[in-house]
């Protein structure tokens, strides 16, 4: 464990803890089980459970949906710290944004600002940057559906895996 984790400890302080959103893994689940997240109440348990110093989301950006942006403006309004990928048109009409690599690139561009981590999605394009980070003794928790989590997360968090559905009733629109 690096010096700056045992001073923080040895001195009773909380951990600085950041979390990382992947929105589309995250609001998508909620919504194939008929409910939805309610983002002022999720940041709100973030901050009072994991005493969150920064809360960032990230998700595409679609600069001609109206709706989006509005929600985006209340995302930042309750403190979330936008982190938005341009949406990209497939010849098929199909849209997407990649999210993985911004969010892994956050992940380890402030690895040394954060003791501890919440990372909120399912996807197993993550699992290299999560092993790695808890290789280096970083404290990581995993928030996310269950039923769609990528088994090989499931394994590498064990007690430290939070079914999204356990804290629904703290969370829910």
């Known amino acids: 464990m690096s010096k700056p984790n045992k001073k923080l400890k040895a001195k009773g302080r909380k951990l600085c803890t950041y979390v990382f959103i992947d929105a589309t893994n995250i609001i998508y689940g909620a919504s194939d089980n008929a409910w939805k997240v309610d983002f002022k109440k999720l940041i709100k348990y973030l901050k009072e459970r994991f005493r969150a110093k920064k809360v960032l989301y ?3 950006l679609d600069q001609e949906n109206k709706k989006q942006l509005k929600f985006y403006e209340k995302l930042q309004e309750f403190g979330y710290i936008l982190r938005l990928v341009p949406v990209k048109t497939f010849s098929d ?24 981590i919440v990372i909120m999605t399912g996807d197993g394009d993550f699992y290299w940057v999560l092993e790695y980070l808890l290789k280096i003794r970083k404290k990581v928790k995993l928030i ?7 088994k090989e997360l499931k394994q590498l968090f064990k007690g430290d895996f939070i079914p999204i559905k356990n804290i629904r009733h703290q969370i829910e629109f």
Do not use: C, I, P
């Open 58 to 60: 990230f998700a595409g």
């Open 93 to 116: 009409g199909r849209k997407k944004a990649d999210v993985d690599s911004r969010m892994t690139f956050e992940m380890m561009k402030s690895l040394n600002q954060y003791q501890q």
């Open 144 to 150: 996310a559906h269950q039923q769609s989590t990528a």
